[in-house]
């Protein structure tokens, strides 16, 4: 754990981390991850990531202000910050879906309606001359 610092970091997220970026620098050889599962899953939190982007920020302030977090949920061996940094990550993820599924593919289709429906610009600024 970093002291001092706004957001402890243990070294557990951080190989975790450093490991996932290990994983998809060797995405296209194989070499750790089938090329389906990891393209599946980086398909996934691509699709969410602005979602992830705007809400996770929040669940982090809201979980460093003091907040009691069971050590029964994480066992005896998992820090208080790495605890709270789960729970934010499963709370960001878990909103980003809901977000995604009931606001972001709505908007999307709607936008997408308006902009199919709607004439291109060049017709409506075009100088039409009527034929004689």
């Given at each position: 754990?970093?002291?001092?610092?706004?957001?402890?970091?243990?070294f557990a997220f951080v190989s975790l981390a450093s490991a996932f970026v290990i994983g998809c620098a060797?995405?296209?050889?194989?070499?750790?991850?089938?090329?389906?599962?990891?393209?599946?899953?980086?398909?996934?939190?691509?699709?969410?990531?602005?979602?992830?982007?705007?809400?996770?920020?929040?669940?982090?302030?809201?979980?460093?202000?003091?907040?009691?977090?069971?050590?029964?949920?994480?066992?005896?061996?998992?820090?208080?910050?790495?605890?709270?940094?789960l729970v934010a990550l499963l709370l960001s993820l878990g909103t980003a879906e809901l977000c995604y599924?009931?606001?972001?593919?709505?908007?999307?289709?709607?936008?997408?309606?308006?902009?199919?429906?709607?004439?291109?610009?060049?017709?409506?600024?075009?100088?039409?001359?009527?034929?004689?």
């Amino acid at each position: 754990m970093i002291a001092g610092s706004g957001y402890a970091i243990s070294f557990a997220f951080v190989s975790l981390a450093s490991a996932f970026v290990i994983g998809c620098a060797s995405f296209e050889k194989g070499i750790l991850l089938a090329p389906s599962l990891l393209g599946r899953l980086l398909g996934y939190l691509g699709s969410r990531s602005y979602g992830i982007y705007l809400i996770h920020e929040h669940f982090l302030r809201v979980l460093a202000a003091p907040t009691p977090i069971p050590k029964s949920w994480f066992g005896p061996f998992v820090s208080e910050a790495l605890a709270r940094d789960l729970v934010a990550l499963l709370l960001s993820l878990g909103t980003a879906e809901l977000c995604y599924r009931f606001l972001e593919t709505k908007l999307i289709a709607y936008g997408r309606r308006i902009t199919s429906s709607a004439t291109p610009a060049a017709d409506r600024f075009a100088v039409h001359v009527p034929k004689r």
